[in-house]
């Protein structure tokens, strides 16, 4: 993993928060992490240290010594594994898990550190790693709460595409259709964190994307779950849209305790989990 690390007081600062031997006052200590909370993005990683430190950015990467924080400015700072409790990450578009013995990468999504173990999501559900038992975990970009796909009326797999751990909203438009009901949409997805808009530009009529999902008149609003399933078709009802928002955030996230083999090869260990991974309400499809 080649990743260009830029030194400077911030990294010996920081490195010192992590052992503990800073030597400067609580209100200092305030001040810097206030510092850091208004030049990193309100869309952060949050990150909790040991010492009690929280801090936001950026994690770009982790491996079982240290971990990588990119703050707003661009910085790269190298902090050692062994001071980080927590992280919770903002939703990625994608990340690579590799393993000891493993002939490939995991693909999947991060979504939270806690003592010492990754929870770590993939289409078939969620799993926890050891962080000493990882080779090294590579975290792509952040994912946009609200972006259009245009692919020119191209077939498109919205399972592959929802954000997992949130609630996706598959909004099926053209270029030019309701403003107004645009707005009410984008006013719901702005007022709440959970949930991820995506406008599919159907390009036009009869295209093979319209055909494969369907759509049949405009706005056509397809709402996915934390488990990236669909659980509901709407049109233009804001009311039962927000029904089903309710409801995609209360679906229970699969713990699995054991590995496909259709996910990846080599001995992982993986800690078994039976109840719900974050504490939300049990939820599931409803089949309308």
Known sequence: MDVKIRHGCGYCLLGDLMRGRCGISGSALCALILCVALVCPACADRVLLQNGAQLNGEVVAITPEHWLLRSARGDVHKLPVSGLKTIAFEPRRSARLALPNAGSALNGVPLRVNKGFLQYQTRRGSQFFPLARLKSLEIGERCHPTRTISRGGMP?????????????????????WNVTLRGQIEKLAASDPDV??????????????AKQHKVESLPHILVFDRRCKQIGTVCTNISRVQR??????????????????????????????????????????DGT
């Not at 808009?197 to 093979?208: H, K, P, T, Y």
């Open 156 to 176: 498109l797999s919205l399972s592959q595409t929802a954000v997992p751990g949130k609630v996706t909203l598959f909004v099926f438009c053209t270029k030019t």
């Open 196 to 209: 991820f808009l995506r406008f599919v530009d159907i390009g036009s009529w009869g295209s093979e994307l």
């Open 244 to 285: 089903y928002v309710r409801r995609g955030k209360a679906a229970k996230l699969e713990v699995r305790t054991e590995l496909d083999p259709s996910d990846i090869s080599g001995n992982v260990g993986v800690v078994p989990d039976k109840g719900t991974t974050n504490g939300d309400g049990s939820g599931g499809r």
